[in-house]
């Protein structure tokens, strides 16, 4: 019974649940989100989807002209790709919603500019 | 009893006491269990051939998700086993950094046991409010690491990511709420009728028993056994902070809520201790892609006990062989032994009551639980064995 004092000064609060989608907390400084690539400093090297633990970077092509694709429902978000890249060309952005029900729509390309 | 009077009750591997696939088959003679015998193997993901196929760095990521709950108690074992085959050592720093995340993870997974101790009595209130605090918990995992479970910390030659100073504050204010709301938690634990009715005298595991049968972590330390990777072998700073092993010789499901409820206070002070004394400097050292020849292994107490982890390197930028023994493998003998005799309906705060985590413990391995003889098989012998069953 020694839980009831607390159970009453919970009902005369706020739930400690967010009413999620319509509110929503903004994700702390950094936060590893998508990761998104800044094609102008890429030098195609291909490290990043050398290091990729699930695999989820492809490049085409070699070289500065190469194309990157990241497939982000095979993405865990470790950032290992940011720490390897030597130009710093990838950031982790702070987007999280990247759920979908096709496959296909998951994939983010990046070509040179 | 005459004959016929033994039940066979199977519990799993869908079993809603369970969150994770495991089957064990009970005896019962009424509504007394006389014999158990588990089957485990239900969530074998072939973790340890997937080390073998990627590399040491994408490894760091594999071993943080062989558990969801102790993934940094993973990584800090991998990654302590390759820079030991290496030669290499991480930077004090490095090494607080590492306990501070440790002792963080330990009160975030104690936490989460609490409740689901709770839940599995029937007593949801608790289950909801300390769940409710635990997200304090969380919210600094998020700010330190970037994310709520896999911190992705550690890394082969020491921490990703650095702690800076402007984060202490905010980590010590977190710290404060949680132990004024863990005092309240283990006041409940030691005073509510419900939770005492449930739990004290249940799941007994003597301390003689606890030893032959070689229980792990709080499970032995809530039979008075003083035992704990973190006093005994330390490794990353833990031999320069002082702590407690906390210990109580209920030997019931009741004192191991205790020992974890006071483990947490204990990780609390680590953590100030830690953010205190933390030495400046580097946070890791550079290693190559490419590991020297040999075999190792490193151990490291986990939330849930002593976690050990083998590695065997070949030269190349890929391990030869992989082995972990979590835990949770480690606790279920014991696990048999606490079953025995209880009341059916005791059954699932038993089980909970080492916090098993299965997701942890299913790979190859064969341990003869009635001797706990542990035996491996030669490629001849395993070729033997699938003739013979026609698998």
């Not at chain 2, 086993?81 to 440790?102: C, D, M, Q, T």
């Not at chain 2, 006071?262 to 550079?286: C, Q, T």
Request: hydrophobic letters at 40%.
């Amino acid at each position: 019974m020694s839980l009831i004092k607390e159970a009453l000064k919970q009902v005369l609060k706020k739930p400690a649940t967010l009413n999620y989608p319509i509110e929503k907390v903004p994700v702390p400084e950094g936060f590893r989100g998508r990761p998104i690539w800044d094609m102008r400093k890429c030098i195609g090297c291909g490290l990043c989807s050398r290091v990729c633990p699930s695999g989820a970077i492809e490049m085409i092509g070699k070289g500065p002209q190469a194309e990157i694709k990241h497939y982000v429902d095979r993405c865990m978000f470790c950032a290992q790709c940011a720490e390897s890249c030597p130009r710093n060309a990838i950031t982790m952005s702070q987007e999280y919603e990247l759920a979908d029900f096709d496959r296909s729509k998951m994939v983010y390309e990046y070509k040179h500019v | 009893m005459g004959y016929g009077s033994v039940i066979k009750v199977p519990f799993g591997p869908q079993h809603p006491a369970l969150k994770e696939p495991e089957h064990f088959t009970f005896e019962v003679e009424g509504d007394v269990v006389v014999n158990v015998k588990p089957r485990i193997g239900y969530n074998h993901r072939g973790i340890e051939k997937a080390f073998e196929r990627r590399t040491y760095i994408q490894n760091i990521y594999l071993a943080e998700r062989i558990c969801g709950i102790c993934s940094d108690a993973h990584t800090t074992c991998y990654t302590q086993a390759i820079e030991n085959l290496l030669g290499v050592e991480a930077p004090p720093r490095a090494k607080y950094i590492r306990v501070i995340i440790a002792e963080l993870e330990r009160i975030h997974s104690h936490s989460l046991w609490v409740g689901i101790a709770a839940h599995e009595i029937g007593f949801d209130t608790l289950f909801m409010y300390v769940w409710r605090d635990r997200e304090v918990v969380m919210n600094l995992f998020e700010m330190i690491s970037g994310n709520r479970v896999n911190y992705a910390t550690n890394t082969i030659g020491g921490v990703r990511r650095d702690i800076p100073s402007e984060m202490f504050p905010k980590i010590k204010k977190g710290l404060d709420v949680l132990e004024k709301r863990l005092k309240y938690y283990l006041d409940v634990a030691q005073t509510e009728q419900t939770i005492l009715k449930r739990t004290s005298g249940v799941g007994i595991l003597k301390p003689k028993d606890a030893v032959e049968l070689c229980a792990v972590g709080p499970t032995l330390r809530a039979s008075g056994i003083k035992n704990d990777v973190r006093a005994d072998d330390p490794y990353a700073a833990y031999d320069e902070i002082p702590f407690n092993v906390v210990t109580h010789d209920g030997c019931d499901v009741l004192s191991r809520i205790i020992v974890r409820c006071k483990e947490m206070f204990e990780s609390i002070n680590i953590i100030r201790y830690a953010l205190d004394h933390i030495p400046s400097g580097m946070i890791r050292v550079r290693v190559p892609m490419a590991v020297p020849e040999g075999e190792t292994v490193s151990r490291v107490e986990a939330p849930r006990g002593e976690l050990i982890h083998y590695a065997k390197s070949n030269g190349t930028m890929q391990p030869e062989r992989y082995k972990v023994r979590s835990p949770t493998l480690g606790n279920i003998p014991a696990l048999c032994k606490m079953l025995l005799g209880g009341r059916v309906a005791d059954i699932p705060i038993v089980l909970a009551g080492i916090d098993p985590c299965f997701a942890c413990m299913d790979r190859m391995a064969f341990v003869d639980l009635k001797t706990n003889k542990k035996w491996v098989w030669t490629m001849d012998e395993l070729k033997e064995h699938v003739r013979r069953n026609n698998l």
